[in-house]
């Protein structure tokens, strides 16, 4: 069993800048891919990025350049470096742990393992 728990999130300006983390429990956190969603009152979830030693990371297009995940495994920590944040990414925030392999990462059905959330909250 894996716990997930998310931080960072916040109120901030057009332009802004957070940093998101999340802090899993369990020794066995680099075992897994970790991956970042985000839901939108009103929307489904959606895939935002992932971070996995077989494939690396991968982005949803509309994050791309201004999204970066990392991940400290001697922490059992992700992150997620939100810049030139915009309203549109106003949503609860995500993270979670799936299979390190494969290629269902854009899927909310592929993880195992879900945080809590955290609220990003962009104002114009």
């Known amino acids: 069993q894996v716990q997930l728990v998310e931080s960072g999130g916040g109120l901030v300006q057009a332009g802004g800048s957070l940093r998101l983390s999340c802090t899993a429990s369990g020794p066995t956190f680099s075992n897994y891919a970790m991956g970042w969603f985000r839901q939108a009152p009103g929307k489904e979830r959606e895939f935002v990025t992932v971070?996995?030693?077989?494939?690396?990371?991968r982005y949803a297009d509309s994050v791309k350049g201004r999204f970066s995940i990392s991940r400290d495994n001697a922490k059992n920590t992700v992150y997620l470096q939100v810049n030139s944040l915009k309203p549109e990414d106003t949503a609860v925030y995500y993270c979670?742990?799936?299979?390190?392999?494969?290629?269902?990462?854009?899927?909310?059905?592929?993880?195992?393992?879900w945080g809590q959330g955290t609220q990003v909250t962009v104002s114009s």
């Open positions: 979670a742990a799936g299979p390190w392999y494969g290629s269902g990462y854009d899927s909310p059905s592929w993880y195992d393992y």
């Open positions: 971070i996995s030693q077989a494939y690396g990371t």
